[in-house]
């Protein structure tokens, strides 16, 4: 029997809706609508454009009914994920000022006045996070010190994918995978901190009540269309990177993994978070997975360096195709490294010359063209990988001998083969629409057409045959 859901994916760049057709037991994806997404400077505020979210959501859906209806099939359901960290603030059931974007340099504000409360060995053996300026519990803590006038009219502090179940639903709840992206969630008990958030003068009871993966939000409120009159919200692993990795595909115990796009995150799923000094000081992150897992991971940088190079240089009228770069920096031999992490690489702005800067500043020659500056990035960014994942193997203790890197960057060929060569382990690259395939097993599961587990959900994944490429470590 067939069977159709959809997945809302929603990145820092971009948003997809995607129908997702289970047949006997495998599953195949049809992307029905792709909308763009990007952070807008509202005054002195770096925000997300809500209401255009929301609306390619809506369009995205009616073109899900559309294709529903051209199967003859009801969408049993629909499950919602985006990054984490950022919220709304919503009053009397209306959104009362733009989600901030986490790339907002004043999210640094909040690091001091957070950490003149709660030093950051405090907050690390509570919620386990790696230190990230951006993470929620720094941003509501600056708005909490500057009384925000939102924040206090507020009755609900919602995440941005529990804010779009909000609005399709009328129902609130804050997902637990997301949640533990705040830093205000305590990564043992997987509840919230009262006695942290107290301490730093933010209303926790503000957020909805926390639920998990799997769970049913409610029913579609708005018209739709026919096929989606009955369609349900189901709770996903909302955090992008959580369904990213329900969906790498592989049924082996200590698996690693590397979910590649705008971020890079390096890992591998663990039944308990690692609170030690040593995991603190290599700041690594517990974030919680679906099924109550912990994601122990490094949030590194990713290929978030090289669209923002290209858009720079095509506002400069210098455009040139993404193929074309690669390979020109895949001729290039022994580029410049440079630190990838560095705070000056987050915000949006003229990310060449800061690259360029951070080149000359360790004594290498500024790179003569693109492809050498691109080859520097794709070259850092390997290097970065193969540092962080010695430290992962150190700190849990497992041996690394497959790295299954997922999402888009699985499909950058030229930095699957130095990731492969850095960290001289294979690569396994693929699929590239993990986090969709997450999302939408963990809705056929609700709908009992997988087993229970994690591992039956990565066997059907498998069975569906996305493609897989191998990559092997060269000298």
Not at 37 to 55: C, I, P, S
Not at 105 to 114: A, C, D, M, R, T
Not at 271 to 299: I, Q, W
């Amino acid at each position: 029997m067939k069977k159709l859901f959809g997945a809302i994916d929603i990145g820092a760049s971009s948003g997809r809706v995607i129908a997702g057709l289970f047949e006997q037991g495998k599953l195949s994806l049809t992307e029905v609508h792709r909308f763009p997404n990007g952070a807008k400077q509202l005054g002195d505020d770096l925000v997300w454009d809500f209401d255009q979210l929301l609306a390619g959501v809506l369009t995205g859906l009616r073109e899900l009914g559309a294709r529903a209806e051209r199967l003859g099939l009801d969408v049993v359901s629909i499950g919602i994920d985006t990054w984490a960290v950022d919220y709304g603030l919503v009053a009397r059931g209306e959104l009362i000022a733009s989600p901030n974007c986490y790339r907002d340099p004043k999210n640094n504000l909040g690091v001091e006045l957070v950490h003149s409360s709660v030093d950051f060995a405090q907050l690390y053996a509570t919620s386990g996070l790696q230190f990230l300026p951006f993470n929620s519990i720094y941003q509501l803590r600056r708005q909490a010190e500057q009384q925000s006038e939102a924040l206090e009219r507020a009755e609900h502090i919602l995440m941005v994918p529990d804010l779009l179940g909000f609005f399709l639903t009328g129902n609130l709840a804050t997902e637990r995978t997301n949640a533990s992206s705040t830093g205000l969630l305590n990564a043992q008990t997987k509840q919230w901190d009262s006695d942290l958030a107290e301490r730093l003068g933010i209303p926790i009871n503000k957020f909805a009540p926390l639920r998990d993966a799997g769970e049913e939000l409610g029913s579609i409120t708005r018209s739709l269309g026919q096929r989606l009159a009955s369609t349900k919200v189901v709770l996903v692993g909302s955090h992008d990177t959580a369904s990213a990795v329900v969906g790498v595909p592989s049924v082996e115990e200590d698996v690693f993994y590397l979910s590649s796009g705008t971020w890079s995150l390096l890992g591998t799923e663990l039944p308990n978070p690692v609170l030690t000094k040593a995991s603190m000081e290599a700041n690594f992150t517990n974030e919680l997975g679906v099924d109550g897992r912990t994601r122990y991971l490094k949030n590194l940088s990713g290929l978030w360096l090289l669209s923002e190079s290209q858009r720079t240089w095509s506002e400069a009228g210098e455009t040139i195709s993404l193929t074309d770069l690669l390979e020109e920096a895949a001729r290039v031999a022994n580029p410049a490294i440079f630190d990838v992490s560095d705070p000056s690489l987050v915000a949006p702005g003229d990310m060449p010359s800061r690259i360029e800067k951070l080149i000359t500043a360790a004594g290498s020659p500024v790179p003569a063209n693109r492809g050498e500056l691109v080859a520097s990035i794709m070259h850092s960014l390997a290097s970065s990988y193969a540092s962080n994942l010695k430290l992962l193997q150190k700190l849990t203790g497992e041996n690394c001998s497959k790295l299954h890197v997922i999402g888009g960057g699985s499909q950058n060929r030229l930095l699957n083969q130095l990731t492969a060569d850095y960290c001289q382990v294979e690569v396994i690259a693929g699929p590239a629409e993990a986090t969709a395939i997450g999302n939408l097993m963990v809705q056929a599961r609700a709908a009992g057409l997988v087993g229970d587990s994690l591992e039956a959900i990565r066997a059907s994944i498998l069975a569906s045959d996305f493609g897989l490429d191998s990559y092997l470590p060269q000298s």
